[in-house]
């Protein structure tokens, strides 16, 4: 049996811009998961940090957090079996150069910071990051 589990999915600012917030839920709906949660907001500072505190020390730190906060995002609990995997594999890897065509990434993203998706990479970090975005909704 496989396991029923839940994601944080963000359409990153880069994809609201283009518009692509429709393509990406879309995607997601079409492989046969729910989307339990949703909101359009601009993410502060502290919450950029909080999110990606795992690359607090790398060199591209700054650059990402100034992206993530540049604008709205649409920020998502996706439910399903296996989920967290599977968004994993329909966004693609992070670096768009090597996704492949059709996956989120292949098709729509050639930079590294402007990726247009995010997908929790781990069951631990799924419930790190659908708290830190919707624990008081929830
Ligand atoms: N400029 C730059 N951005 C990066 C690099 N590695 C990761 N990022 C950005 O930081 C985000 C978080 O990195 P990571 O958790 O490793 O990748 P993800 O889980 O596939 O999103 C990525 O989605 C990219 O937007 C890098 O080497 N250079
Ligand atoms: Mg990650």
New binding site residues.
Partial sequence: MSEIQRTLVMVKPDGVRRRLVGEVISRIEAKGYDICELKLFTIDDDLARRH?AE?TE?P?FG??VAFITSGPVAAMVVEGPEVIAAVRRIMG??NPLEAPPGSIRGDFASA??E?LV?GS?SPKAAAREVDLFFGESL
């Fill in positions: 990606y690359h790398k591209f650059e990402l890897p992070t590294m910071t990726n995010h990479d």
